[in-house]
């Protein structure tokens, strides 16, 4: 079984509109920015306090949670298959 691959872009760029860097982000969420990197980059996963503490500090409406954590990737060869 393949590994899920999220894009987290849209949680990227709010990070960067509200905390200027996604450093001075991870020191108000208490967090390393070695951990945060590590979430955004699919080599961990956001844990359920993570996904509500990041929601709160962002300013992320609750209906909007899918677009931010669970937007997954569309693989290239995905891409190429055409529907008839």
Do not use: C, W
């Not at 001075?24 to 980059?41: D, P, V, Y």
Request: hydrophobic letters at 35%; a positive charge; zero cysteines.
């Amino acid at each position: 079984m393949e590994k899920v691959i999220f894009d987290y872009s849209k949680l990227r760029g709010r990070i960067k509109e509200r905390f200027d860097s996604e450093s001075n982000f991870s020191r108000i969420a208490h967090t390393s920015q070695a951990s945060l990197s590590a979430k955004l980059n699919n080599k961990a996963y956001f844990k359920p306090n993570d996904i509500l503490l990041i929601l709160k500090l962002l300013e992320i409406p609750d209906e909007e949670l899918k677009e931010y954590f669970f937007n997954q990737k569309v693989r290239k060869t995905e891409l190429k298959r055409i529907d008839l």
